[in-house]
């Protein structure tokens, strides 16, 4: 590339050009639908490298995508004949036990945050998958098992240092640049590299209890009935999901299950174990169940457990909305529609309850869109025959159609696995969409960080 002396004279990271051995590996991002070539991947070590691509791309007019795990369904993080700041040279999660904080770098995972905070009896709230970045999930919100107890990552956002489109470096709190902080949580792949994060940490000694209850999917009604009564109006303790599936891979499945539709609930109750037990009763009491793996067990194992069904290089791709109600009607067409799934695929249905430390939030406080909502729902499907890819986005794009009637306000940005111009506006809502508008004109008027679902300056 034409100047590239310009940056390496002084950048501490690595730099990987499409002639560098490392190249391919260099290049790959989590879902194995996109394939992209950029024309350089940098990872810098320090906010001045980050600072110093910026400024190389935008005197060059490269097009920049931002990495941390990898993991953005549409590849956002990925770029043909532009650069990409890859930030897994910038990780490490380091906490204070006494204040509480921690202290994690802009490329770091999850498990790493998990890992560090759970020496001292501490938690924040993220995803469920250690291989996911803090990053992303982060500047979108952070949904998990611990939201209904501790709200989304966002609700435990302190403070972010920011490199922004004109390579300076910022720090947004509630005290230093509060709006551009209040954008930060919800819509933060908008406005600059973040190339640290500070969270505030909650109290979660070792254990949890955990686990799924599984059963044909004749009784995916029933199931949900009793999901229902567990969710709505329950402890904050609690957090569980409800599907409707295929029993995929069959090896891991009783033979009376295997290959077939399944419907499940899982749970994660993060009280004490009495409490769970009480809590937990009627849902374990539906009569009939081919698997209960529900128990106590180690927080950090429930992080890691769906890590390997959630490998690299999949193909990937899904759907998702909030919703105000799960009706049964809704719950027998997404039985139909699972026993679909294309024939080589694996996926189904999973409804995450919402409510709790999640909507205790106002939804006007954060970028973030849906507080309201007493469900996320989504429809998931992967596979890995490049033949297959029509049909399983056929499938996937129906999936959802019987809930809409029930759907509430706003999209969690870090699953719309949709590009296209306007999606934001329906994501945030017009008002919220206008004033993160007159953010973006502020930060970065230039739309040097458009790769992302994209507010338009
Ligand atoms: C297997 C899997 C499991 C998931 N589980 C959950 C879950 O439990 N809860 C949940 O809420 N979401 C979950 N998600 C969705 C996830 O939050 C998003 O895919 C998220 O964007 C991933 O972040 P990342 O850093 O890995 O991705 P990347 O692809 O690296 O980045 C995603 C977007 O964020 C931007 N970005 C990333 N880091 C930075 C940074 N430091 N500064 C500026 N911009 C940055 C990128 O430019 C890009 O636009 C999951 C996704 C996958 C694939």
Redo the contacts with the bound molecule.
Sequence with gaps: MKDLGRLTDKFAGEVVRPSDPGYDAARV???GMIDRYPALIVRPTTTEDVSMAIRFARERELTL?????????P????CDDGIVID?SRMRGARVDPQARVARVG??A?LGELDDAAQQHGLVCP????S???????T??????RLQRRFG??IDNLVAVD?VTASGQLVRASADEQPELFWGLRGA??N?????AFEFRLQRLEGSVTHGVVMHPAERAEDLAERYRELVVDGSDAVWASFGVGLALPAEDYPPELAGNPVTYVAVLHSGPADDAERDLTALRGLTGAAIDSIETKPYLTTQRL?DDA?AWGHR?SMRSNFLNSLPDGVVSGWTERAAAIPRGASGGYSVWSCGGAMAAVRDEDTAFTGRDARFWASAEIQWDELELDDACRAWGRSALIEAQPYESEGR?V??VAEVGRDLARTIYGDDKYERLRALKREWDPDNV?R??QNIRP
Excluded: E, K, P, Q
């Design positions: 991002v989590w879902n995508a931002v990495r941390c795990g990898g993991h953005s369904i590849g956002f993080s990925t930030l802009g490329g995972l993220v995803g469920v998958v291989h996911t970045g803090v990053g992303g999930l500047l979108g919100g952070g949904m998990g989304l990552t920011l933060g792949a406005f600059g590299v973040a190339t769906s959630t990937f969690y870090n699953d960080f790769l992302n």
